[in-house]
Nanobody
Framework: VQLQASGGGSVQAGGSLRLSCAASGGRFSLYTAAWFRQAPGKEREFVVVSNWAGGITSFDESVKGRFTISRNSAKNTVDLQMNSLKPEDTAVYYC????????????????????WGQGTQVTVSS
């Protein structure tokens, strides 16, 4: 499956953005989907994972209550709604997919994902 991320941009703190990850070459509903982000000079870090087949969703503590993830089967996309954005959310955001499933509360390492989108820049100014 090939992934294409979009929707990044620049907003002020407290604002919102919606990222979308479109899949081609496969049904996204059959893949566990995740978002990671990478700030300048830092490693790529986990944001959220949504297991396939209506399974468990887990968020990093730093975004819990502000970010939500949703699937659109008709469009074959996984979307990340980001509210109450903070300057520390500034990063390149990557969507990823795998056929694996993860237990509740388990934070999957990026090496567990075989498929990656190209990344989209999110910049939050104070």
């Amino acid at each position: 499956v090939q992934l294409q991320a979009s929707g990044g941009g620049s907003v002020q703190a407290g604002g919102s953005l919606r990222l979308s990850c479109a899949a081609s070459g496969g049904r996204f509903s059959l893949y566990t989907a995740a978002w990671f982000r990478q700030a300048p000079g830092k490693e790529r870090e986990f944001v959220v994972v949504s297991n396939w087949a209506g399974g468990i969703t887990s968020f990093d503590e730093s975004v819990k209550g502000r970010f939500t993830i949703s699937r659109n089967s008709a469009k074959n996309t996984v979307d990340l709604q980001m509210n109450s954005l903070k300057p520390e959310d500034t990063a390149v955001y990557y969507c990823a997919a795998t056929r694996s499933r993860f237990s509740s509360g388990l934070i999957p390492h990026r090496d567990r994902f075989e498929h990656w989108g190209q990344g989209t820049q999110v910049t939050v100014s104070s």
